[in-house]
């Protein structure tokens, strides 16, 4: 999609307009002005929507609309940039209207139509948020893409391809792990959750290292390519939709393939740990006693809380092999819990580090996404206990169980690293069968735009 800011816009073309609190002008058409309401005029070429306030979510959300209505009827229109000098609101009006083009038909036999060209009439210079926004958009339309891509055809070694391919292009360093060094170097929490696949894994290390780099800082993504629950088998209808348990890797993917386009100061690690988890011979079995890379030995009640016990052995790997790091966050479709507690929209903050985790909090709400804390006490610890183990994978309680997953992940952290670190659980947003604010059915890119916008806040 071009976008081409010009001063006026040209009335023969369809025209998006964003109508900010309530107005008389469009009575005749019944028009009332509410929150997210869409007016299409067809034969005036125009299609409005109402938003209540103007700030990112609402900026977002129209613009997605207006290019959502106006690819019907044509390739090319013009908007009228809402009156503002924010430029997260103007960054976010601007991906909206490119996140609204984004359709996933790579499997039907009809293809969709697509906007070619969007003409923003706007009085100030916004050329680099636009830049920014482009990237943004993209690379959260390419983590979509992945996540929504069937298992048959993205297997931990495709997803390796793909961590190449952006290594190649940014000028990245990028070392690819396959199941002999799992096993050789114990990292067997991970190795065992992979080893009934005919998909092997591959630990994954991508590495952006800009030369002034102001910080170190390393995104985990848990990338179960697929999640058929093992030998504590999912029921069919809850298997549906698995694919998407490799968003959080799907995600670290499209932030690594944008810092370099972004300029971003920072020097980042991206680790990824991609894996099938599946029924075999050789599946890995409740009751099994793991010892993670680190030496805590797990016991196994549910093969299914399987994504923990891969995000263990990468928090291992990056806290052997990256030094002086400032932050480490990870990406993870880990509970679904946290969807019961939080709803499918939103994403838990986890952590020891209060002023980290608001951190993460108040950069969401720049991004449009929503990310709410969940936090953690002294008294749920103790579901993890083992008589015969360090630590169970799953704990004795069926409440609270995306807090003690995340307190699970935390026992598999250094001491001195413990205030580094925050775990993102997106298992509500990254994935939802329906149209919702911005995002189409499927596949969201939950977490690139926000932890951008991170990074480079730090840059």
């Known amino acids: 999609m071009e976008i081409k800011v010009i001063d006026k816009l040209n009335p023969k073309n369809w025209i998006g307009e964003v109508v900010v609190g309530k107005t008389n002008k469009y009575d005749k058409y019944n028009f009332k002005c509410e929150n997210e309401e869409l007016l299409v005029l067809i034969e005036s070429r ?3 929507v109402a938003i209540d306030k103007l700030d990112c979510d609402n900026a977002k959300i129209a613009a997605y609309k207006i290019t959502k209505a106006i690819k019907k009827y044509a390739d090319s229109f013009g908007v009228k940039l809402p009156k ?3 430029k997260d609101i103007i960054q976010n009006f601007i991906e909206g209207l490119i996140l609204g083009d984004y359709e996933f038909d790579k499997y039907k036999s009809t293809k969709a139509n697509h906007i070619k060209k969007v003409e923003i009439a706007s009085s100030i210079k916004i050329s680099d948020i636009i830049h920014k926004a482009q990237i943004t958009a993209q690379s959260i339309c390419f983590t979509r893409d992945i996540v929504n891509s069937m298992p048959d055809e993205i297997y931990p070694a495709v997803m390796a391809q793909y961590a190449k391919k952006i290594a190649k292009e940014n000028g990245y360093e990028c070392k690819i792990y396959d199941e002999k060094y ?3 170097e114990g990292y067997n929490a991970f190795y065992s959750v992979a080893k009934a696949s005919v998909h092997t894994p591959r630990l994954i290390h991508l590495i952006h290292k800009p030369k002034k780099a102001k910080k170190r800082v390393v995104i985990i993504g848990k990338g179960l390519t697929y999640d058929s629950g093992g030998l504590s088998l999912k029921p069919a209808d809850f298997m549906v939709t698995m694919k998407s348990d490799k968003a959080g890797a799907s995600a670290v993917l499209g932030i690594m393939n944008a810092l370099k ?11 990824i740990g991609a894996a099938e988890n599946m029924i075999g011979a050789d599946a890995y079995k409740p009751d099994d006693i ?8 797990i016991e196994v009640r549910n093969t299914d809380a399987e994504g923990r016990l891969v995000l263990a052995d990468c928090l291992c790997y990056a806290q052997e092999n990256i030094k002086d790091f400032d932050y480490i966050f990870d990406f ?5 819990a946290c969807v019961v507690a939080l709803g499918e929209y939103t994403s838990g903050v986890m952590g020891f580090n209060e002023e980290l985790k608001d951190l993460v909090v108040k950069t969401s709400h720049k991004s449009a996404e929503l990310y709410a804390p969940l936090p953690f006490n002294r008294y749920l610890p103790k579901l993890l206990k083992s008589s015969i183990a360090d630590i169970c994978n799953i704990a004795s309680s069926r409440y609270g169980g995306a807090i003690t997953a995340g307190l699970f992940l935390s026992e598999f952290l250094q001491p001195a690293n413990k205030d580094k670190w925050v775990h993102l659980d997106i298992a509500g947003p990254a994935f939802v069968e329906k149209e919702w604010g911005y995002n189409s059915h499927g596949a969201s890119g939950a977490g690139v735009g926000m932890m951008l916008r991170l990074l480079e806040s730090l840059s």
């Open 290 to 297: 793991l010892v993670a890379k680190n030496g805590k030995t």
């Open 332 to 336: 993870a479709t880990l509970t679904g």
């Open 261 to 271: 386009k972004l300029n971003i100061d920072v020097e980042v690690h991206g680790i």
């Open 46 to 48: 125009k299609v409005v």
């Open 182 to 184: 799992l096993k050789k």
């Open 84 to 86: 503002t000098k924010n």
